[in-house]
Antibody
């Protein structure tokens, strides 16, 4: 069965970087795009970007351009999301979500979420 | 960015009664390929979001037929014909006409 397992919670200081991993299993890793979506406490969903695990190409939300980097390791079927220059507003749960038959469509395969807390 | 505006932001519904959520986009979501890239998601308490509707009106796999979507261009609606207790959560519309995806603010559905 399809599973997306994310790395554990992180606590970071302002100005630091965080790298969250998402390990995929149960399907052909390179066949589906992977999205990253975040959700601040008590807030809505915010799309951060997408990576094509096949070639590694990426597209980022304009808001995060220059601060976010998405990469993948095909040998371990893992995608990574690194966010730099962290500030308190980046405190959120970060989700990876597998694309489906439409590139912009996130189906029902989501990671369990990774809480990133930014605090001095 | 395309702004997605949902109304209402919350609603309280008696089980068995219908519910309706509106979503308006700041630009048309009709792509040159003829498809309209409007989706509806439900995030149940403590869970990751789940896809309900894609391309305005197509129900995703396993979604009950009490959920339906309609609309075109910039105006869209999600309807639940008969609300059940398990429908509690926050509903989001999302546009995916290009890779600057944006969500609506969310509509919280509670049961009376």
């Amino acid at each position: 069965q399809v599973q997306l397992v994310q790395s554990g919670a992180e606590v970071k200081k302002p100005g630091a970087s965080v790298k969250v991993s998402c390990k995929a299993s149960g399907y052909t890793f390179t066949s589906y795009y992977m999205h990253w979506v975040r959700q601040a406490p008590g807030q809505g969903l915010e799309w951060m970007g997408i990576i094509n695990p096949s070639g590694g190409s990426t597209s980022y939300a304009q808001k995060f351009q220059g601060r976010v980097t998405m990469t993948r390791d095909t040998s371990t079927s893992t995608v990574y999301m690194e966010l730099s220059s962290l500030r308190s507003e980046d405190t959120a749960v970060y989700y990876c979500a597998r694309g489906d038959f439409e590139i912009t469509m996130m189906g029902n395969y989501w990671g369990q979420g990774t809480l990133v807390t930014v605090s001095s | 960015d395309i702004v997605m505006t949902q109304t209402p932001l919350s609603l309280s519904v008696t089980p068995g009664q219908p519910a309706s959520i509106s979503c308006k986009s700041s630009q048309s979501l009709l792509h040159s390929d003829g498809k309209t890239y409007l989706y509806w998601y439900l995030q149940k308490p403590g869970q990751s979001p789940q896809l309900l509707i894609y391309e305005v009106s197509s129900r995703f796999s396993g979604v009950p037929d009490r959920f339906s979507g309609s609309g075109s261009g910039t105006d869209f609606t999600l309807k639940i014909s008969r609300v059940e207790a398990e429908d509690v959560g926050v509903y989001y519309c999302m546009q995916g006409i290009h890779l600057q995806i944006t969500f609506g603010q969310g509509t919280r559905l509670e049961i009376k």
